[in-house]
């Protein structure tokens, strides 16, 4: 962590909260609507936002290609296994060390990562700044992508 310079996180994964339950279901499907592929991510692209409207054909056609191929559920499920909570939980003791400006940016209405996580990472990093963000969910950045965009046009102008 010594060579960032300053961060921003955007509805992260921390602390325990990663993989997601649905990201775990993966790994052992017992139910049709637990089979890694293009209708998994669809759910999960649906579930998170806050707007569904903005949700075009092109705008999910962009989130589900890459799992389209004939090969991809099985590298959703490959991808699945390789996430594992240590990945966040192992870093926890250094984040009171971060002395760069953080800046953390929490949809509202996030039902993957919560804004109760981003309180609980604003308190293990000092003077971090946490902005929730209304009428947004996970991905804030398509709910309103002016006001994501403002807030990261803010972060960075006062470094």
């Known amino acids: 962590m010594n060579n960032i310079e300053e961060k921003v996180v955007a509805d ?44 075009t054909p092109k705008v999910m056609e962009a989130f589900t290609a890459p799992f389209a191929t004939p090969s ?3 590298e959703l499920k ?15 003791p250094d984040l009171p060390n971060l002395k760069v400006p953080v800046t ?4 509202q209405h996030d039902p ?12 293990a990093i000092p003077n971090s700044i946490l902005k ?5 969910s ?6 309103n992508p002016v006001l994501f965009s403002q807030e990261l046009l803010k972060h960075l102008n006062t470094q």
Not at 17 to 25: D, E, H, I, M, T
């Open 78 to 92: 490959r991808a699945s296994l390789a996430l594992d909570h240590h990945q966040t939980e192992d870093i926890v």
């Open 12 to 55: 992260g994964v921390c602390f325990a909260n990663w993989p997601l339950p649905l990201v775990k279901a993966i790994r052992w499907p017992t139910a049709p609507e637990f089979e890694p592929g293009t209708a998994l991510i669809g759910r999960m692209i649906r579930g998170g936002v806050y707007s569904p409207e903005i949700l």
């Open 112 to 123: 993957y990562t919560t804004p109760y996580w981003g309180k609980k990472l604003q308190e």
């Open 72 to 74: 991809g559920p099985e």
């Open 138 to 143: 996970h991905y804030s950045m398509l709910d």
């Open 104 to 107: 953390l940016l929490w949809g």
């Open 132 to 136: 929730i963000l209304p009428e947004c």
